[in-house]
């Protein structure tokens, strides 16, 4: 396959006694939908908050784009290029949805408090291109007639679509989604399918954490299964599905 | 599509004629203020306003950090006290050192600032009630300093505090005596009152541009979700010093001003309860919108002042005699009309358009 994105070595996190994430290696490659599945509590989050800076690992390291990853630094994580969204949604919420996507413009962006003050020609031009970005983030989302409403306000749906959007305002090589279709119904799934699609072939690589069988089969490239904190697969979808110890995995026994 | 604040303050889409008019009937007003206060209510008024502009100094330095950053800061106070302490120190008979006023003020607002710092590293993992508990240490250590370090090298002469302290002279002319202008006498007071007032200004000034910027919507982020906020790529750890070394800084400029207006200095000034009036006074107006901020600190700064020359006409009115003392009386009316504002009006008396619809929404789930 083409190029490689992503190189994650030996990861692992104890919480207390709790192995999260047992020597967990994966290779994504540039381009790819790469799927995460497992069962409740196998660590997908935990892998998560890891390679985005927000857990430090106890052992393992990532390499992106041929760099190695600052682990621990969240903010030196969204600058390498990773971007992601929660499990759990976490907007802004007393922010516009505008506003929010402002802010995911933070690293590609300069001014300081000097600059914010005098607002200097560079300043209102930077904030100008921030405003523009932002509503073209929204309306490639989907939800630009939003733009003015509070985050905490707008529903369910268009509230998954706005953290994807502030997080591609980051500009990111590698877009993390945790659980992206949790709590959506047929139609929006439908449309988070067809906007997957198109981050795809807008160049983004994809890691997909997701419950929803359907969608991981019909999207991912490949798909690795995470069990107790440790990989026990890793292949494309359709092998996956057939793999014993993912069954076993599963249903939560050795199948007869 | 940014809420109110700076569209109100400086009305661009109005024609540019019609705005400077604004302006100019704006700026005459505010000149006009203490010749009328201290016409009509002599000049003790006057006095009561000019302490009122280094609160709403104070205030936009606090709302900095609790209403833009979310960061609980009960100590607050004690930038100011370092302020005060900076310009005492160094333009007084205590040391000898009479630098002037253009050189302490800024060496104030950077000495505070270093203090923020100082304050902010330790306590970047706290929040909510132990970020309170601990800036509320700090400011009483402050206090405690200032009040011990007289022994062995007197360096604040303790409890009886620093007299003496310059005036503050602005362009050659020392504040503390009249200026002849145009054949009109301007009292001290009202000098002060000048200088107070362009200052106030610039801090709003300030505080607006920060608001709407990168800087800005970094700290409203991690006031709302620092998780998020990092997601993002902010370096929280260094906006939020940001925050409380921008915050300080005003406290230390007004600690100056302070300082140089009163001519005297002692650690009572700065206790417990003046952090807490600074953020009564940020919360009552409309926390994190700077207008709002602006009235609060008017307000609680000169309404105690009004209920005190109130209070005595008030009971022989009302009962033909003295009945209670009116100091007493006007702790008790003050305390009751933030009870009163903040039960009818709890996201503050003039809220952001933002807070008065999350405040409406909040009570809705309830
Ligand atoms: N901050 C934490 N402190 C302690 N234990 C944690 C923490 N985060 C996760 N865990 C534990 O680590 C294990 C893996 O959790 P994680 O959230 O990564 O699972 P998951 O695969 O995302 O599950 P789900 O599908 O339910 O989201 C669980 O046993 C969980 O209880
Ligand atoms: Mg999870």
Known sequence: MSELLLDARGIRKNFGGVRALSDVSLTIHKGEIYGLIGPNGAGKTTFFNVLTGLYTADAGHIDFAGHRLDLGQAHQVVRAGIARTFQNIRLFGNMTALENVMVGRHTKSRAGVWGAVTASRATRAEEKAIVARAHALLRYVGI???????????????????????????EPGLLALDEPAAGMNASETA?????????????????????DVKLVMGLCDRVAVLDYGEKIAEAAPEVVQRDARVIEAYLGGPVQ | MMPAPIARLFPRAQPKAAAFTGLLIAAAALAAVPFVLGMNF?????????????????????NI????????????????????YLYALLASPHF?????????????????????????APTLRLRGDYLAIVTLGFGEIIRIFLNNLNAPLNITNGPQGIANIDSMSVAGHALEKPLVLFGIALPSLYLFYYLFLALAILTMFICIRLEDSRIGRAWVAIREDEIAAKACGINTRNIK??????????????GGLFAGFQQFVSPESFGLLESIMVLCMVVLGGMG????????????????????????PMQIWMFGRMLLDPEALRMLLFGGALIVVMLFRPAGLWPSAIRRREFASAEKET
């Open chain 2, 42 to 62: 002599g000049n003790s008024w006057v006095r009561i306003v000019d302490f009122a502009l280094l609160y709403v100094m104070l205030a936009l330095g606090l």
């Open chain 1, 144 to 170: 630009d007639a939003r733009a003015n409403d509070l985050a905490r306000n707008l529903p369910y749906g268009d509230q998954r679509r706005l953290e994807i959007a502030r997080a591609l305002a980051t």
């Open chain 2, 96 to 120: 000898g050192l009479h630098l002037p006023l253009w050189v302490i003020l800024p060496l104030g607002a950077a000495c505070a600032a270093l203090f923020g710092v100082l304050l902010g």
């Open chain 2, 289 to 312: 919108h700077i207008p709002g901020v602006v009235l609060g600190a008017l307000l609680l700064a000169i309404l105690p002042e009004a209920l005190r020359y109130a209070a005595r």
């Open chain 1, 191 to 211: 449309a988070l399918r067809h906007l997957i699609e198109n981050l795809r072939a807008d160049g983004i690589t994809i890691l997909l954490i997701e419950h």
């Open chain 2, 65 to 84: 950090v609790v209403g833009f950053a979310g960061l609980l800061d009960l100590g607050y106070i004690a930038f100011y006290a370092v302020g005060a």
């Open chain 2, 241 to 254: 010093l940001l925050a409380f070394a921008m915050g300080a800084s005003f406290g230390g400029v007004a």
